[in-house]
């Protein structure tokens, strides 16, 4: 197997004490079609799975799922969770266009409700969410208060936050052990992919400070593993 590349800048092995951001929207052709054709299932079901054991009082009413991707989260959360309507939201049209052919199969899908938009920029009314999720998205911002901050905006009193990111590693040598361990045998771009994602993710200690900036300090940031944090929580009334 080819050797991920590092980026550029400095040496294979520096430390990563300070993120290197990687473009914000995921839209080149060969992008989408690698992760439309990848095989997530295992990893997008825990995802939904872990939503639910984090709020086994069941949400009720609109998810919000920044950053959806080709939308086979929203898909799963709404075949595990009967009362819900999500709206599904991604900047890049592309992995929106992907999300159409999921969602073509009807049944669950027909509660789900796909929206081309860029956080902050949301076109919500503030207050009328009743949940927030979002899985591997955070990473590719470059700025991560307003995320936050967006995410506050428009979600009701009591609404649940359950968002799930990379961790970024302590070296690009890590990064590189990690991509091996986990996608040695994934394709070129997902590989590639995921090593640059790791070099721009945030630490559990950062994004706790975002979260304190941005009011929601009542809803915990914890590792969960040795590549991933979690956000989950009720955000509190303004």
Same mark, same amino acid.
């Given at each position: 197997?080819?050797?991920?590349?590092?980026?550029?800048?400095?040496?294979?092995?520096?430390?990563?004490?300070?993120?290197?951001?990687e473009?914000?929207?995921?839209?080149?052709?060969?992008?989408v079609?690698?992760y439309?054709?990848a095989?997530?299932?295992?990893?997008?079901?825990?995802?939904?799975?872990?939503?639910c054991?984090?709020?086994?009082?069941r949400?009720?009413?609109?998810?919000?799922?920044?950053?959806?991707?080709?939308?086979?989260?929203?898909l799963?959360l709404?075949?595990?969770?009967?009362a819900?309507?999500?709206?599904?939201?991604?900047?890049?049209?592309?992995?929106l266009?992907a999300?159409r %052919?999921?969602? =073509?199969?009807? &049944? +669950? $899908?027909?509660? #789900?409700?796909l *929206?081309?938009?860029? @956080?902050?920029?949301?076109?919500?009314?503030?207050g009328?969410?009743?949940?927030?999720?979002?899985?591997?998205?955070?990473?590719?911002?470059p700025?991560?208060?307003?995320?936050?901050?967006?995410? %506050?905006?428009? =979600?009701?009193? &009591? +609404? $649940?936050?359950? #968002?799930?990111? *990379?961790?970024?590693? @302590?070296?690009?040598?890590?990064?590189?052990?990690?991509?091996?361990?986990?996608?040695?045998?994934e394709?070129?771009?997902?590989?590639?992919?995921?090593?640059?994602?790791?070099?721009a993710?945030?630490?559990?200690?950062e994004?706790?400070?975002?979260?304190?900036?941005?009011?929601?300090?009542r809803?915990r940031?914890?590792?969960?593993?040795?590549r991933?944090?979690?956000?989950?929580?009720r955000?509190?009334?303004g």
């Amino acid at each position: 197997m080819a050797e991920v590349p590092p980026q550029e800048g400095g040496l294979p092995d520096d430390r990563l004490d300070r993120r290197i951001p990687e473009p914000e929207l995921m839209d080149e052709a060969d992008q989408v079609e690698a992760y439309a054709a990848a095989d997530f299932a295992d990893v997008n079901q825990g995802f939904v799975d872990r939503f639910c054991q984090s709020f086994p009082e069941r949400v009720r009413g609109t998810v919000v799922d920044l950053g959806c991707g080709p939308a086979d989260i929203p898909l799963r959360l709404a075949r595990a969770v009967p009362a819900l309507e999500i709206l599904a939201i991604d900047a890049a049209r592309a992995m929106l266009d992907a999300g159409r %052919r999921v969602l =073509a199969s009807g &049944g +669950a $899908a027909r509660r #789900v409700r796909l *929206l081309a938009a860029r @956080v902050p920029a949301l076109p919500l009314r503030g207050g009328v969410v009743d949940a927030c999720i979002s899985n591997s998205s955070l990473h590719h911002l470059p700025e991560p208060v307003p995320f936050w901050r967006e995410v %506050r905006r428009i =979600a009701r009193p &009591g +609404a $649940a936050l359950f #968002v799930m990111d *990379l961790s970024r590693p @302590v070296s690009r040598a890590g990064a590189r052990e990690i991509v091996e361990r986990y996608a040695g045998q994934e394709s070129a771009i997902l590989r590639r992919d995921f090593y640059n994602s790791l070099l721009a993710a945030f630490t559990v200690a950062e994004v706790r400070s975002q979260l304190a900036q941005s009011g929601l300090e009542r809803c915990r940031c914890e590792a969960i593993d040795d590549r991933h944090w979690l956000v989950a929580g009720r955000i509190a009334a303004g």
